[in-house]
């Protein structure tokens, strides 16, 4: 783990070729910006959350009991802002221990800009240094550019889930189950990088 975090911080240009972030684990410190970012969202970006994070008690939580081993949260920062937060969840010693699932969440300035993509790509590296195999993805079935995201990736569908998500509303969703193998992912990966990136302007 160790030499993983080594790679990190990292700086990227996205696809406007004018806006930089910076990519890098969380840490203790990023309490107080995390509760702004999550406070950010809007109430329909936070209704396919899978945690209450307008609650500051699940963000002290995560800052107060960060595992790298089973959750590696990466996030993305601009101008010491938080724009992003993706996050890799793996079970160590269980028998799902070659599987992880992918969670990423980008606020609204910063979307379609090839930043899901960069923050996609890093946890997807992390997950193949860390010996894992398979990568699931959950959504609601009808956030739809989550969705499309993870099938651009090559992600299929393997199960839906039959009004298994009920969120603050108390509104049910379906909850739809992608996976796809970690080394056909990346595959798929250098393709979208050539269509988002064409010129190579990406750094780090």
Same mark, same amino acid.
């Given at each position: 783990?160790?030499?993983?975090? !080594?790679?990190?911080?990292?700086?990227?240009?996205?696809?406007?070729?004018?806006?930089?972030?910076?990519?890098?684990?969380?840490?203790?410190?990023?309490? *107080?910006?995390?509760?702004?970012?999550?406070?950010?969202?809007?109430?329909?970006?936070?209704?396919?959350? !899978?945690?209450?994070?307008? *609650?500051?008690?699940?963000?002290?939580?995560?800052?107060?009991?960060?595992?790298?081993?089973?959750?590696?949260?990466?996030?993305?920062?601009?101008?010491?802002?938080?724009?992003?937060?993706?996050?890799?969840?793996? *079970?160590?010693?269980?028998?799902?221990?070659?599987?992880?699932?992918?969670?990423?969440?980008?606020?609204?300035?910063?979307?379609?800009?090839?930043?899901?993509?960069?923050?996609?790509?890093?946890?997807?590296?992390?997950?193949?240094?860390?010996?894992?195999?398979?990568?699931?993805?959950?959504?609601?079935?009808?956030?739809?550019?989550?969705?499309?995201?993870?099938?651009?990736?090559?992600?299929?569908?393997?199960?839906?889930?039959?009004?298994?998500?009920?969120?603050?509303?108390?509104?049910?969703?379906?909850?739809?189950?992608?996976?796809?193998?970690?080394?056909?992912?990346?595959?798929?990966?250098?393709?979208?990088?050539?269509?988002?990136?064409?010129?190579?302007?990406?750094?780090?």
């Amino acid at each position: 783990m160790k030499a993983i975090l !080594r790679d990190y911080p990292k700086e990227f240009t996205l696809k406007d070729k004018k806006t930089r972030v910076l990519i890098r684990p969380m840490e203790a410190s990023d309490r *107080n910006a995390l509760v702004k970012f999550f406070r950010s969202l809007s109430e329909k970006d936070r209704l396919y959350l !899978r945690d209450d994070v307008s *609650n500051e008690e699940i963000i002290d939580k995560w800052v107060k009991n960060i595992n790298y081993e089973r959750v590696f949260p990466l996030l993305a920062i601009h101008e010491k802002t938080i724009v992003a937060d993706a996050t890799l969840h793996r *079970n160590e010693y269980s028998w799902t221990r070659h599987v992880g699932e992918i969670r990423i969440v980008v606020a609204e300035g910063f979307r379609r800009k090839g930043l899901g993509f960069i923050l996609l790509r890093e946890i997807f590296y992390v997950a193949l240094r860390m010996g894992l195999h398979k990568m699931v993805a959950e959504a609601a079935e009808d956030d739809l550019s989550a969705v499309r995201m993870f099938e651009k990736l090559g992600f299929q569908k393997e199960a839906v889930l039959k009004n298994h998500i009920m969120d603050p509303r108390a509104v049910k969703h379906n909850l739809l189950i992608m996976s796809n193998d970690v080394e056909t992912i990346l595959r798929y990966m250098a393709d979208l990088e050539k269509e988002l990136f064409p010129s190579r302007i990406m750094e780090g």
